[in-house]
């Protein structure tokens, strides 16, 4: 039976289950998940990323449709911000799509400005400035999945991220009450194929914009078919005479 679970990481924690190869151990998912076969299906966060929402499953179907990029999962994220007051201004090139990162430009995502969301007290607390207010919170929903991808782009806009919480969703699964460190078996929701529906609406998008072209008249160029060539003339008319538009030499003998 499929299992799939929805894992709260916390803050420190790197999203995988083993660290072999830094010289000093870290801690992993091994520490909160003793599950044998399970591995991340979506929603894989930094290590300083906190509150954030996992998804891990023993189907390696059900991994790619969760994985997949054409799938194009959504997920929520609750950004808190340095800098002056983010305005609605200022938000629009994270809305507009084209973003220019290091790695190519951003696709449109849906950004806000939210109120300080009631959380956790994060362990280590964030560091602040005296002179900067702590409760600036935006609410930035992306359907990508790029390294550190929120915090360039907050950056990208001049506001540096200061905390960074999953707390939304991946696609149909949200959160909920998961505290940092707990997890839950998730319900099972009906996805596409990986990358099959999305394909295909591309595709037929892409038909209705750049219709294939209609030719009305065939080439100028193009060869004539040649006329039949018989085996044998037809019967001769009364009088030895050939029929009408047929002559004995356009037929072998």
């Not at 000093?24 to 954030?52: F, H, K, N, Q």
């Not at 006329?227 to 037809?234: E, G, I």
């Not at 030895?240 to 538009?245: D, F, L």
Request: proline share 13%; charged share 25%.
């Amino acid at each position: 039976m499929t299992r799939l679970i929805q894992f709260n990481k916390p803050f420190g924690v790197l999203p995988q289950f083993t660290d072999k190869k830094s010289p000093t151990e870290r801690p992993t998912l091994s520490l909160y998940i003793d599950l044998p076969g399970v591995y991340p299906a979506g929603g894989r966060l930094d290590r300083d990323s906190e509150g954030g929402l996992m998804l891990l499953t023993d189907d390696g179907g059900l991994q790619a449709k969760i994985a997949h990029p054409k799938n194009k999962m959504e997920k929520t994220y609750w950004v808190q911000v340095e800098g002056d007051p983010p305005t609605g201004r200022d938000l629009e090139p994270l809305r507009k799509g084209g973003l220019q990162l290091n790695d190519g430009p951003t696709r449109p995502a849906r950004a806000r400005i939210i109120e300080a969301p009631k959380l956790w007290e994060r362990d280590p607390p964030v560091r602040f400035r005296k002179s900067i207010p702590p409760d600036r919170w935006l609410e930035i929903v992306i359907s990508e999945g790029r390294n550190r991808q929120v915090r360039r782009m907050t950056a990208a806009i001049g506001l540096p991220t200061l905390r960074l919480v999953r707390a939304g969703g991946i696609g149909p699964w949200r959160l909920g009450n998961l505290h940092p460190g707990e997890w839950q078996d998730a319900p099972m929701h009906r996805l596409p194929a990986a990358g099959g529906a999305h394909q295909r609406s591309a595709r037929n998008a892409h038909l209705a914009r750049n219709p294939p072209a209609v030719r009305a008249n065939p080439p100028a160029d193009r060869a004539r078919p040649r006329l039949r060539r018989h085996s044998s003339p037809p019967r001769c008319l009364p009088g030895g005479r050939s029929p009408p538009g047929h002559r004995q030499q356009d037929y072998l003998k």
